[in-house]
């Protein structure tokens, strides 16, 4: 089983920058595809970004790509998401979340473990 724990979320104003950390457990972190989801208030859980197991291939959210980036650290079992030029329909709950299978990175139904989720607000 893998666990993992997000932090770096907080309030922020639009066009400001946050950089989110998720870190997992377990010795075989580099067997998992790792993705980015955010669940607003009311509404569906999305898709955001994805990161293939070794780190070579990243997948992004139209609504985020050119602002968002994706990386990972395999040797410190580490997952990050930085955010720039934030804006007010980023406001979230982001959860990283671990997949075995490394298919269909978009489909959060794809992926097997979650940690718990941080609130990502950003005003104006």
């Known amino acids: 089983q893998v666990q993992m724990v997000e932090s770096g979320g907080g309030l922020v104003q639009a066009g400001g920058s946050l950089r989110l950390s998720c870190a997992a457990s377990?010795?075989?972190?580099?067997?998992?595809?790792m993705g980015w989801f955010r669940q607003a208030p009311g509404k569906e859980r999305e898709f955001v970004a994805a990161?293939?197991?070794?780190?070579?291939?990243?997948y992004y959210a139209d609504a985020v790509k050119g602002r968002f980036t994706i990386s990972r650290d395999n040797t410190k079992n580490t997952v990050w998401l930085q955010m720039n030029s934030l804006k007010p329909e980023d406001t979230a709950a982001y959860h990283c979340?671990?997949?075995?299978?490394?298919?269909?990175?978009?489909?959060?139904?794809?992926?097997?473990?979650w940690g718990q989720g941080t609130q990502v607000t950003v005003s104006s």
């Open positions: 979340a671990a997949d075995r299978r490394g298919s269909q990175l978009m489909n959060p139904n794809e992926y097997d473990y």
């Open positions: 377990g010795r075989t972190f580099s067997n998992y595809a």
């Open positions: 990161i293939s197991r070794s780190g070579g291939l990243t």
